[in-house]
Nanobody, 125 residues
Framework: QVQLVESGGGLVQAGGSLRLSCAASGRTFSRYAMGWFRQALGKEREFVTTISWNGDVTYYADFVKGRFTISRDNAKNMLYLQMNSLKPEDTAVYYC??????????????????WGQGTQVTVSS
């Protein structure tokens, strides 16, 4: 059974930075792409970024390009999201996600089968 546990969320001022972590267990982590999504209060969950199984290829939603960086450490079964230049509109619950199969760069919610519990990120103005 795949388990994903996020950490690192919190309250930060606009312009600040946070680093989210996701600890994965239950299967061979290095065989699968991984992704981050977020859901703001009253809004639908949206794609943020994804990374290929080996970390060589990444893809970002336009609204985080140049500010967020996804990375992974396959030796530690860890996924990361470095968030810089945070804005109040980045306030949301951030979810780590894993696909059930192995699409190269899954970008839609439907391609992901496993989800963490989420970690709250709040950016104050």
């Amino acid at each position: 059974q795949v388990q994903l546990v996020e950490s690192g969320g919190g309250l930060v001022q606009a312009g600040g930075s946070l680093r989210l972590s996701c600890a994965a267990s239950g299967r061979t982590f290095s065989r699968y792409a991984m992704g981050w999504f977020r859901q703001a209060l009253g809004k639908e969950r949206e794609f943020v970024t994804t990374i290929s199984w080996n970390g060589d290829v990444t893809y970002y939603a336009d609204f985080v390009k140049g500010r967020f960086t996804i990375s992974r450490d396959n030796a530690k079964n860890m996924l990361y999201l470095q968030m810089n230049s945070l804005k109040p509109e980045d306030t949301a619950v951030y979810y780590c996600a894993a696909p059930g199969s192995a699409p190269f760069i899954p970008t839609t919610e439907e391609e992901y089968d496993y989800w963490g519990q989420g970690t709250q990120v709040t950016v104050s103005s």
